[in-house]
T-cell receptor, first 114, second 109 residues
């Protein structure tokens, strides 16, 4: 099992550019989520999904878009990058539809927007 | 508003010097509390789940305890490999976890 994988590991964008952060899991988990981690603020939930075709907003969804066409994949799209989106992004999956069981995190994507 | 606060922000220990990390929370109806460990440049890794006041869980040199208002992560005789950031989290609503900012632990030989 590869667990949760994320690509790319590092990315630099210019303001206004768009891009997609990729996330995949091979554990057949229904629940997947995206977090951003900023210094001193902890992990904040961006979007989550409880199964293929079902997504919902988290705490900080503005400027991000998600879709879930398969159980395995949950990409995060930045529509028009802004410096405020400079952060480390983590994808996670869980056996619990509620996301309250143990969550498995990917290695993260470090994004810099200039 | 649901909130999780961890203290201290950073902790420096000598190898073998035991200590505790604190996680205090305000949520309406606790449905569990989670502890994670995060190494630099990596994603968080699950450690424990606690569900009710009085519950304790242990793993090697770590012991997590839970009261009605806070949780403690006790580290007994730590080693340098215990150096990491320790995060706690609570369910803040359906399908959502609220994380604290974490405690950065450094254990020196």
């Amino acid at each position: 099992n590869a667990g949760v994988t994320q690509t790319p590991k590092f990315q630099v964008l210019k303001t206004g550019q768009s891009m997609t952060l990729q996330c995949a899991q091979d554990m057949n988990h229904e629940y997947m989520s995206w977090y951003r981690q900023d210094p001193g603020m902890g992990l904040r939930l961006i979007h989550y999904s409880v199964g293929a075709g079902i997504t919902d907003q988290g705490e900080v969804p503005n400027g991000y878009n998600v879709s879930r066409s398969t159980t395995e994949d949950f990409p995060l799209r930045l529509l028009s990058a802004a410096p405020s989106q400079t952060s480390v992004y983590f994808c996670a999956s869980s056996t619990s539809v509620g996301g309250w069981n143990e969550q498995y995190f990917g290695p993260g994507t470090r994004l810099t927007v200039t | 508003e649901d909130q999780v606060t961890q203290s201290p922000e950073a902790l420096r220990l000598q190898e073998g010097e035991s200590s505790s990390l604190n996680c205090s929370y305000t949520v309406s109806g606790l449905r569990g509390l989670f502890w994670y460990r995060q190494d630099p440049g990596k994603g968080p890794e699950f450690l424990f789940t606690l569900y009710s006041a009085g519950e304790e869980k242990e793993k090697e040199r770590l012991k997590a305890t839970l009261t009605k208002k806070e949780s403690f992560l006790h580290i007994t005789a730590p080693k340098p490999e215990d150096s990491a950031t320790y995060l706690c989290a609570v369910p803040g609503g359906y399908n959502k976890l609220i994380f604290g900012a974490g405690t950065r632990l450094a254990v020196h030989p």
